[in-house]
């Protein structure tokens, strides 16, 4: 009835398609494999035989199981709040679920308030068995607050968290509260750690973190005195720290094991490829659509290709292949979301925080406008959400060291019939309608431009003109003026010597006229 895919080697992860293929080649040169197919060609046929008798799969009651969905209203009930042990409460501002079972819960606890850190504020963070509220079931000691925290989701027992003084801290829970390795303070980011994850890889022990430093920096946690790798996220791709973008928020997609996205403080989108071959083609572009922070950055599980993003007063769906807006995106809030993420088991539901303590749950299939479920989950605001893998139970930290779990009921945790092709039909639609909007956008940019090159010539033209009639005038000037100085010059020697002169003032006359004539032929202007 539940069929999970297992028999594969510590070595071999089976989301990764080559590395399976090439181990299923390896097992077919085997001596042994032939034998072993045949063993179980016989057990098959059994099972078949079995089945073509008695319908081991048949479901009984399934048409009053829909209608019983249906009718449900959606609802969360709260079961555990964990509070902060300590006298001097601190903000829960990283969560991690327990990767077996989710039946435990790692907390961050910082003040991320400058120089707002008391005296007697603990550095502690812990780890919570949810059901065990009472106390943590074990204490994690950093040298630093932590800023984040993240469970290893091949070895349970190991945990990786950013410090808010830059460094890496590394944790065997089968070795005590103390950290096993840290990262060396040369080595590590200039400001807290506000983001780390881990990655898939065949040793399981490589993880990589991003801060307001400007740089994301890759690690092994078995040798974390420098980091194995380093990007600096310079817009103009000269790997200049000066101008580098602050990260504040990280995705990584194990089915692309090559591409990560970054979330920045002033509101872009980087998206990345690690494999590029020189520092400048390692941020391959950007999407800008926040007015501030993006504090929470995931690819839909179902539908990598389009991603979640929280900023300012909003949340926003993007597709890969549209940079320059979201395809979708929520009305804007009364306060500022904190945090977002992904139901992993419904591709439609999503969830986000705010900063007035309501948790709201939004099912884009059944309205985009309003969310489906809103909660008033504290009375302090609500600064990191974490969902458990089975999409039950949804653990939200509040200013005040709480964190409240909240089970949701099955309408908004288990999927629902023809929800996969109506939720990629979705995406599909909206991103032909973004691109349609953009080329038509496209289209009135160039017009407008063309419109002002031709503006700007017909200026040109009109000034030359304007030019050409001032010199015209200018010279018309000039000769009424030489015109007039002769005839007053005349009239004084006339009245000098009116016989005298009479000859020399006619020729001189004669002369003004004349040169009033040239100046008419030549400026083509009316000197009368």
């Not at 950007?286 to 991603?307: C, E, S, V, W």
Request: include cysteine; charged fraction near 30%; charge should be negative.
């Amino acid at each position: 009835m539940n069929h999970v895919e297992g028999g594969w080697p510590k070595d071999i992860n089976p989301k990764d398609v080559e590395q399976t293929i090439r181990f299923r080649k390896k097992v077919e040169k085997e001596e042994n494999y032939i034998n072993c197919l045949q063993h179980l060609g016989s057990v098959m046929e059994h099972c078949i035989k079995q089945n073509n008798a008695i319908d081991i799969y048949q479901q009984y009651f399934e048409e009053d199981e829909e209608l019983e969905e249906s009718s449900e209203l959606p609802s969360a009930k709260t079961i555990n709040i964990l509070r902060d042990p300590n006298e001097v409460k601190r903000t829960i501002t990283s969560l991690s679920w327990h990767p077996d079972g989710g039946r435990k819960l790692a907390a961050a606890y910082c003040n991320l308030g400058f120089q707002k850190n008391p005296k007697d504020m603990s550095l502690d963070s812990y780890i919570w068995e949810i059901e065990n509220p009472s106390c943590p079931e074990m204490t994690l000691k950093p040298e630093s607050p932590l800023v984040c925290l993240d469970y290893n989701p091949k070895d349970p027992h190991t945990l990786v968290g950013g410090s808010y003084n830059g460094q890496i801290a590394y944790w065997d829970t089968r070795r005590g509260s103390q950290p096993v390795e840290y990262s060396s303070l040369e080595h590590s980011h200039r400001d807290p750690v506000y983001k780390i994850i881990w990655l898939q890889s065949k040793t399981g022990t490589e993880a990589f973190s991003a801060s307001t430093d400007g740089q994301v920096l890759w690690w092994d946690v078995r040798k974390l005195s420098e980091p194995t790798e380093r990007l600096v996220l310079d817009p103009g791709r000269e790997g200049n720290l000066d101008r580098a973008l602050g990260a504040i928020s990280l995705e990584f997609e194990p089915t692309m094991p090559t591409k990560f996205m970054v979330g920045t403080e002033q509101g872009l989108v980087v998206s990345c490829n690690r494999k590029a071959k020189t520092a400048a083609e390692k941020i391959v572009c950007t999407y800008d659509g926040h007015h501030g922070p993006i504090y929470a950055l995931q690819r839909n599980p179902f539908f990598p290709k389009n991603f979640l993003t929280v900023g300012d007063w909003t949340a926003r769906i993007w597709s890969e292949d549209i940079k320059e807006s979201s395809i979708m995106w929520t009305k804007y809030q009364m306060s500022y979301l904190m945090d977002a993420c992904w139901s992993p088991v419904r591709p439609s539901v999503f969830f986000t925080v705010k900063m007035e303590g309501v948790l709201d749950i939004w099912d884009i299939l059944f309205k985009q406008s309003d969310p489906s479920l809103s909660v008033k989950v504290s009375d302090k605001a609500l600064y990191s959400l974490r969902v458990q893998d089975n999409g039950q139970l949804v653990a939200c930290g509040s200013q005040n060291g709480e964190a409240t779990l909240l089970e949701i009921c099955s309408g908004l945790s288990t999927l629902q019939k023809n929800e996969k092709s109506l939720a990629a039909a979705m995406f599909e639609r909206e991103t032909k309608r973004e691109k349609i909007l953009e080329a038509r956008q496209r289209e009135i940019r160039l017009k407008e431009r063309s419109r002002s090159e031709q503006s700007r010539e017909d200026e040109a033209g009109r000034e030359d003109g304007e030019d050409n009639l001032e010199q015209l005038i200018a010279r018309a000037e000039n000769d009424f003026y030489s015109l007039v100085e002769a005839e007053m010059r005349r009239r004084e020697r006339r009245e000098e010597t009116p016989q005298e002169n009479d000859v020399c003032d006619e020729r001189e006359v004669q002369n003004g006229v004349e040169n009033g004539k040239t100046g008419d032929e030549t400026g083509n202007t009316d000197l009368s």
